[in-house]
């Protein structure tokens, strides 16, 4: 059965209800307007006043803007690039721009970056730090033979066992990426590992870089010939990357005792 209402005004003595069968499905007062069932409105909706929504929200679109001067976020974390499968790949490029309006040659929006080959933040602009902690690996491996310095674990590692012999420092990104993967041309990283020499004397006889060895240039015009007995000896190696794969390398080794 269909009814049609013809009218200008309905009148309600304290509110009015719209009911299909017992069901109420809107019920409008004198301070709220209330709808029971899911809302489908198929053109554009404005809300003149405040929104509060009390569950969930989901925008399918492909813009979600918001004019406002300050965003406020209760959370404590948000996430960026949280597809339906995110990985690596899908993760590549994600972070924050800030539009800044210019078209001066040469200028770019400040941005911050999720960088895959060199697994870092890119940071397009110079930054005023106030303070800074760096985190140091401390390693129970043996320095001797070749050892490795894994530098996506950090730049500065403190190997706390007595060398059992000389070694060869290889320097790398990890056990699954090379150094020369996550730099590139002109990057500059500089890396320090501890020596914790006892009563024998061992030292650095020789560099590699992904597991070949380099030329380094040492500070004072020559390599060092020994270690330092009973004392940490701190190896500073500053790593240039002129090409690809090619690589200026200076180091230093200093005694603390």
């Known amino acids: 059965m269909a009814g049609i209402i013809k009218a200008d005004t309905i009148y309600g003595e304290s509110s009015l209800r719209l009911n299909v069968g017992e069901v109420t499905l809107i019920n409008v007062n004198a301070t ?15 809300v003149t006043g405040n929104l509060t929504v009390l569950g969930n929200m989901t925008v399918d679109g492909t813009q979600f803007v918001t004019n406002t001067e300050i965003l406020v976020v ?15 790949t899908t993760a590549n490029g994600a972070g924050i721009t800030v539009r800044t309006g210019s078209t001066a040659a040469g200028s770019r ?73 996550m730099t590139a041309t002109g990057d500059s990283v500089t890396v320090a590992y501890m020596a914790n020499n006892g009563g024998t004397a061992y030292y650095q006889t020789a560099l590699q870089i992904d597991g070949f060895g380099r030329t380094v240039r040492w500070q004072g015009g020559s390599a060092p010939s020994s270690g330092n007995a009973n004392s940490i000896d701190i190896y500073s190696i500053t790593l240039l990357k002129t090409a690809a794969n090619t690589w200026t390398v200076l180091a230093s080794q200093t ?3």
């Open 109 to 181: 929006d400040p941005s911050i970056q999720w960088e895959l080959p060199n697994q870092a933040f890119l940071i397009n602009q110079g930054i005023d730090i106030q303070q800074v902690t760096e985190r140091a690996n401390v390693s129970a491996n043996t320095l001797n033979g070749v050892s490795n310095f894994d530098v996506l674990e950090g730049a500065v590692k403190f190997y706390t066992n007595n060398p059992t012999g000389n070694w060869t420092i290889n320097v790398r990104g990890n056990s699954s990426n090379t150094f020369d993967s």
């Open 255 to 257: 005694q603390y005792a």
């Open 32 to 46: 709220a307007f209330n709808v029971a069932q899911p809302l489908n409105v198929q053109t554009n909706a404005t």
């Open 74 to 88: 209760e959370d404590k974390n948000i996430e960026i690039a949280n597809v339906a499968s995110p990985s690596t």
